[in-house]
């Protein structure tokens, strides 16, 4: 992402500054996922699954390459998570009408639930914070969070976002 000079701060010039960013990313991470992760390990899932039921849940019958692509993970990583989510009855795999070698995905009733329940805490955390700032902090922690991204990742959010 290119500087944007009216945007550049003299707190950018301090190291410390940027250490505490990375250790606010760190604890912020943490405590956003630790109620989801205790879900999680209950069924003896981790985080990757928690990103499948996510974005399954997210985007109805996406496809196994789509899923892929916004994952960024090789097929190997995804089809053991998947494979073990499907024969538990969490998502529901479909051919696709079009392409017969498309797998679309979707969340089960069960899928649902689960993804609700890994969620319901860290859409409170979000809004809890939101609500504490203004609508320009809200701005500018997304154009934070838009420039940690790598390019494609950030046009492939944006994209996807703007389709909504």
């Not at 981790?46 to 892929?68: K, Q």
Request: proline share 2%.
């Amino acid at each position: 992402m290119a500087a944007n000079p009216r945007k550049s701060q003299p707190i950018l010039q301090k190291d410390e500054s940027v250490r505490q960013a990375i250790e606010l990313l760190f604890f912020a991470y943490r405590d956003f996922t630790a109620r989801a992760d205790a879900i999680l390990a209950k069924q003896s899932f981790g985080r990757a699954h928690h990103r499948v039921v996510y974005f399954v849940g997210r985007r109805m019958s996406i496809t196994v390459s789509e899923l892929l692509d916004i994952l960024g993970i090789t097929k190997q990583s995804l089809s053991r998570v998947l494979g073990q989510l499907v024969r538990e009855g969490y998502i529901l795999q479909k051919t696709g009408a079009r392409d017969r070698r498309q797998r679309l995905l979707q969340l089960t009733p069960k899928g649902h639930e689960l993804e609700r329940l890994l969620t319901t805490e860290q859409r409170a955390r979000i809004t809890t914070a939101y609500k504490a700032v203004d609508a320009t902090s809200i701005a500018g922690f997304r154009d934070v969070m838009l420039g940690i991204m790598n390019d494609d990742t950030r046009r492939r959010f944006t994209d996807a976002t703007t389709k909504r």
